[in-house]
């Protein structure tokens, strides 16, 4: 398998449950992203990690909390979420962070939350 | 901070007619520049990039821009569109300290008329 993989494709999920989104990437990319897309608005960058070591927090609620156990995987664990949280999630890596290496986006989870 | 706009939300073509989409961006000297293709239900796929060097600049499936300094855009175009081109086109602008923390359009949607 190549490229970036995003699982899972679709989750639905209740206001106060706990659910992890999951992105593994084949590439040997050193730098993993979360990026958000919502309907009506841009992207918006989440999270960035380099080398496993978190790079960027663009002021996300605490209610996303990432984890980067080695530079091939990456999740995205979420607890008591709000509708507006509701959103396609989109995982991306590049080579190195900081540098014009292009991102390498996988098909991204839809997120519902009910 | 770097800014992007693309005017046009939606543009609908005829196959086989001409495409330009408007990226427009802000920032204070020359960024890196992106443009991304998301199909329904897909991640983005990097169509071309900007660093520096010609001003024209190729990329997959048929697409060119072309870099306009004085006009602080990066304008988007196809000779002849085909009807798989159909699908969201974003244009990002990154720094070039931090090329890879990009900053996205809102996107413009393409349909394309048999």
């Known amino acids: 398998e190549t490229g970036v993989t995003q699982t899972p494709r679709h989750l639905v999920m209740g206001m106060t449950n706990k659910k992890s989104l999951k992105c593994e990437q084949h590439?040997?990319?050193?730098?993993m992203y979360w990026y958000k897309q919502s309907a009506k608005k841009p992207l918006e960058l989440m999270f960035v990690?380099?080398?496993?070591?978190?790079?960027e927090n663009n002021s996300v609620p605490s209610r996303f909390s990432p984890e980067c156990p080695n530079s091939s995987h990456l999740f995205l664990h979420l607890h008591t979420l709000q509708p507006e949280d509701s959103a396609l999630y989109l995982c991306a890596s590049s080579q190195e962070f900081g540098t014009r290496d292009p991102l390498h986006f996988g098909n991204g989870t839809r997120l519902t939350v009910t | 901070a770097q800014s992007v706009t693309q005017p046009d939300i939606h543009i609908t073509v005829s196959e086989g007619a001409s495409l330009e989409l408007r990226c427009n961006y802000s920032?204070?000297?020359?960024?890196?520049l992106f443009w991304y293709v998301q199909s329904p239900g897909q991640g983005l796929q990097l169509l071309l990039k900007?660093?520096?060097?010609?001003?024209l600049v190729q990329g997959i499936k048929g697409f060119e821009a072309e870099f306009k300094r004085s006009q602080s855009s990066f304008n988007l175009r196809k000779p002849s569109v085909h009807w798989s081109d159909a699908a969201e086109y974003f244009c990002?602008?990154?720094?070039?300290?931090?090329?890879?923390?990009?900053?996205f359009g809102g996107g413009t949607r393409l349909m394309v008329k048999p």
């Open positions: 590439l040997g990319h050193n730098a």
């Open positions: 900007y660093f520096s060097g010609d001003t």
């Open positions: 920032y204070g000297a020359t960024p890196y």
């Open positions: 990690y380099s080398l496993e070591e978190r790079v």
């Open positions: 990002a602008v990154g720094a070039p300290n931090a090329g890879n923390m990009l900053t």
